[in-house]
């Protein structure tokens, strides 16, 4: 067996090797890979805190030997990841840009990439500045087109990336059509961290592979970064894993034990995620200060109906522009109470930021321009507080800076 594999096929004592523990969504997030410890009883999968692992005798070991190749806390998050994804193969990463890079190991030097247009900031400026430098180009597409799609899958495409729904719009990509289009050879990564596994397995609609920043929903609390790849084939999981032990940007036990501390109640986190939201979009909506909405769960949204059909659910995140321009967005931002001005998203308190001045800030202004990212632009993630608190903080703030 390949030492890549190791700790992901090595027998040990935690946690469960079927992925397929229930059908229904709850029971996996809480007991997959959850087993109760085999040696001491220990209910929840301890931290364990160790670099090295002491072996009986030379080559004889209990499934670990060093904790960059493999750790006990760290197999039960992933086995956890994949059960969520209802895939086989899940690999851990300290950030979720450190899973788009080992995403993006597949390609080689004369490989293409072709990605959504409005792409999440920092996979933006990694396509960009650092697989370009190694002799990767991307192309960038509208992929809720699929025309545009279709055409742009050329020959030296090897990756497609999906981002659905799309950061700070909400565009959604039919993720179904666009694997109808690859071609042989040609892999298709979504990025599922808007809406988290709760609401959307991409794998289950023809994707290759799955990108999350667990940093946002899956942890859910706002105090670990993180990322995943979550994939079916063995073959593809054996390139994830190599990249995983080479490069070793792998979570450490204890950031690993809060992320599947968290991912525990996905489930009623996204729940309330979205009945939140809801209400929020449907509040801004009906406000004449407000010049429009993006939220997908709304019937004006363009993509609706696709997300009705695809999604199981429409997420925590909305954006909005208010009228007055940029001047009210930024002085609406900095004052409200229970919605801090900050970037990133899925916690279970609410954030509001300015995409245009934080979270694409790298992005050329032209660009930005383009995809429609201008300042008046505002996004929120809503939270787990009290919907009514939301709504009163946000109408406190509109109420002192009015559109004049
Ligand atoms: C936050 C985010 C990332 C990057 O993840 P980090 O954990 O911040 O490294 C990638 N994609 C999307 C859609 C994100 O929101």
């Known amino acids: 067996m390949p030492s890549t594999t190791l700790g992901h096929s090595a027998p040990h004592n935690l946690g469960s090797a079927r992925s397929r523990i229930s059908d229904r969504f709850d029971t996996r997030a809480i007991r997959a890979g959850q087993d109760p410890c085999s040696a001491t009883g220990a209910t929840i999968p301890p931290i364990y805190q160790s670099a090295t692992f002491t072996l009986d005798a030379v080559g004889s070991d209990k499934g670990f030997d060093y904790s960059r190749t493999g750790n006990p806390t760290r197999l039960a998050l992933e086995r956890q990841l994949a059960a969520l994804e209802n895939a086989r193969f899940a690999a851990a990463f300290g950030s979720g840009m450190a899973a788009v890079a080992a995403a993006c190991s597949i390609v080689r030097a004369g490989d293409r990439v072709l990605a959504t247009d409005d792409l999440y900031g920092g996979t933006y400026r990694f396509f960009c500045d650092v697989l370009a430098r190694n002799g ?18 050329e020959d030296g495409v090897k990756l497609i990336w999906v981002e659905t729904p799309t950061n700070p719009l909400l565009r959604v990509a039919n993720i179904r059509a666009i694997a109808g289009l690859k071609r042989p050879g040609q892999i298709l990564a979504v990025d599922n961290t808007f809406l988290s596994p709760f609401f959307q397995n991409p794998l289950e609609l023809g994707a290759d ?22 994939v079916n084939d063995a073959d593809l999981f054996a390139e994830i894993a190599f990249h995983q032990n080479a490069v070793g940007a792998v979570p450490g036990p204890q950031d690993a034990y809060l992320t599947l501390r968290g991912a525990k109640t996905l489930a009623v986190r996204m729940r309330q995620h979205e009945r939140n939201a809801l209400s929020v979009a449907q509040w801004l909506e009906g406000r004449e200060d407000i010049e429009r909405v993006y939220f997908p769960g709304l019937r004006s949204h363009p993509d609706h109906e ?37 970037v990133s998203l899925g916690g279970v308190e609410s954030l509001i930021c300015s995409p245009a001045a934080m979270t694409h800030k790298s992005v050329p202004a032209e660009r930005k321009e383009q995809l429609g990212i201008t300042p008046d632009l505002l996004r929120i993630s809503v939270g787990l507080e009290d919907a009514r608190d939301l709504i009163d903080d946000l109408d406190e703030a509109l109420g002192a800076h009015p559109a004049t």
């Open 209 to 230: 592979l799955v990108v999350h920043s667990t940093t946002k929903y899956i942890n859910g609390h706002s105090d670990v970064v993180g990322g995943a790849v979550v």
């Open 306 to 342: 696709l997300a009705s059909q695809q999604q199981r659910g429409f997420g925590g995140v909305v954006s909005f522009r208010v009228r007055g321009g940029a001047e009210r967005a930024l002085a609406v931002a900095r004052s409200t109470r229970l919605f801090n001005l900050a």
């Open 136 to 153: 990767i180009a991307t192309t960038f597409v509208d992929m809720t087109d699929l025309r545009a799609v279709e055409a742009a899958l």
